[in-house]
């Protein structure tokens, strides 16, 4: 009897502790997706600047090459 007091007694409390990692892990997962979502967009914000840079700018090879 007593046990099975016991094991009603713990057994919420071992079930709460899943929940908490449960919930931990999808907040991590959150939050490495949103920064790799970000550095994905910062990279290609870089990208296209730096492509009309050197299509205002032009380049110097042609010239090197004649």
């Known amino acids: 009897m ?3 007091i016991a094991l009603v007694t713990l057994l919420p409390l071992l ?4 929940a908490v990692v ?3 892990d999808a907040a991590v997962t959150v939050v490495a997706t949103t ?3 970000g550095a ?3 990279g290609t914000a870089v990208d ?3 492509a009309g840079v050197k299509a205002v700018v ?3 090879d042609d010239k090197d090459k004649k």
């Open 48 to 50: 296209v600047t730096a």
């Open 22 to 24: 449960t919930v931990a």
């Open 58 to 60: 032009g380049s110097d």
């Open 2 to 4: 007593h046990t099975r």
């Open 35 to 37: 920064v790799k979502v």
């Open 15 to 18: 079930y709460s502790g899943c």
């Open 40 to 42: 994905t967009v910062v």
